[in-house]
């Protein structure tokens, strides 16, 4: 069966700051990968997708940046975090043109 | 621009007091409707996908239907159990393979023993 792991869990850091969020699939092959970001009381923001290795969209401009270095590890990252960066970050995995699968999510807050 | 609203925002229900959450659709084309759960500080659950209006699914205590405009996700006798927000997507046809879905904000269930 297929599992979707996120790290960290949670963090905290100060403006500024770098940031690297790491997502991992496992007991799959050449999934499509999605970034989202969900404030409280809000809808899912598609931040980045990608359908293969070194293939990224973004779907917003933003502080962000995403990476897929291997084909089951995609990495959300940002040079120095602003405080609308706050918020729940998502990573999803689909075999594509179906479901989408999500993983437990990482809580960011930036002070 | 495709859309996807939820109502209501928040339901509060006592246990064993069936009800239905809405999810509306503007779409130019739909490849597939989902439903999800989510639990407080933890990621979506996957739970149903629709492909064409008529269609039904179940699962426990839920059921999903869908029409043309709206997706309906039918709650039977609830549990407290079954707290959690519920989040509707749909999977328009020109996102392409990608499957770039878009989400409504969700509705908050309570259900209240």
């Known amino acids: 069966s297929q599992t979707i792991h996120q790290w960290p869990a949670t963090l905290v850091q100060p403006v500024g700051s770098p940031l690297s969020l790491e997502c991992t699939v496992e007991g799959t092959s050449n999934p499509n990968l999605y970034w989202y970001r969900q404030a409280a009381g809000r809808g899912l923001q598609l931040l980045f997708y990608?359908?293969?290795?070194?293939?990224i969209s973004s779907e917003v401009p933003q502080n962000l940046s995403a990476s897929r270095p291997q084909d089951r590890q995609f990495i959300l990252s940002s040079k120095k975090l602003l405080l609308s960066d706050s918020g729940f970050y998502l990573c999803?995995?689909?075999?594509?043109?179906?479901?989408?699968?999500f993983g437990p999510g990482t809580r960011l807050t930036v002070t | 621009e495709d859309q996807v609203t939820q109502s209501p925002e928040a339901l509060r229900l006592q246990e064993g007091e069936s009800s239905s959450l809405n999810c509306s659709y503007t779409?130019?084309?739909?490849?597939?409707l989902f439903w999800y759960r989510q639990d407080p500080g933890k990621g979506p659950e996957f739970l149903f996908t629709?492909?064409?209006a008529g269609e039904e699914k179940e699962k426990e205590r839920l059921k999903a239907t869908l029409t043309k405009k709206e997706s309906f996700l039918h709650i039977t006798a609830p549990k407290p159990e079954d707290s959690a927000t519920y989040l509707c997507?749909?999977?328009?046809?020109?996102?392409?393979?990608?499957?770039?879905?878009?989400f409504g904000a969700g509705t908050r269930l309570a259900v209240h023993p």
């Open positions: 997507a749909v999977y328009p046809v020109l996102s392409g393979g990608y499957n770039k879905l878009i």
């Open positions: 999803a995995w689909s075999p594509g043109g179906s479901e989408q699968y």
């Open positions: 779409v130019s084309g739909l490849r597939g």
């Open positions: 629709l492909y064409s």
């Open positions: 990608s359908v293969g290795i070194g293939q």
